[in-house]
Nanobody
Framework: QGQLPESGGGSVQAGGSLRLSCPAS????????IGWFRQTPGKEREGVAA??????YYSDSAKGRFTTSQDNTKHTAYLQMNSLKPEDTGVYYC?????????????????WGQGTQVTVSS
């Protein structure tokens, strides 16, 4: 089975930047769609960005600040997060093995990374 050992989380001050990486090895990369989700305590997993066949998609909160990209030679997807805000705080997951449906819906993906914590302080 494929793995999603995502990395890149951390703690930054508001206005800072972080880049998350999601090396998606194995068959789970074959659908060529990777989703990025954020989860905070007591809330459902929220889609912030996705990239499918090189085309990016963003939630309203991520537009203009986050950029997702794919490096097909490395089978890796990235989420560059700039101008971070305290409300961006949460555990970020990458997801693969897209099953169809809305790209920013958690139900559209079958495989998940372990999550990486992002904390933005004011």
């Amino acid at each position: 089975q494929g793995q999603l050992p995502e990395s890149g989380g951390g703690s930054v001050q508001a206005g800072g930047s972080l880049r998350l990486s999601c090396p998606a090895s194995g068959y789970i990369y074959s659908s060529n769609c990777i989703g990025w989700f954020r989860q905070t305590p007591g809330k459902e997993r929220e889609g912030v960005a996705a990239i499918c066949d090189g085309s990016p998609y963003y939630s309203d909160s991520a537009k203009g600040r986050f950029t997702t990209s794919q490096d097909n030679t490395k089978h890796t997807a990235y989420l560059q997060m700039n101008s971070l805000k305290p409300e961006d705080t949460g555990v970020y997951y990458c997801a693969a093995d897209y099953r169809g449906g809305r790209l920013l819906s958690a139900a559209s993906f079958n495989r998940w990374g372990q999550g990486t914590q992002v904390t933005v302080s004011s």
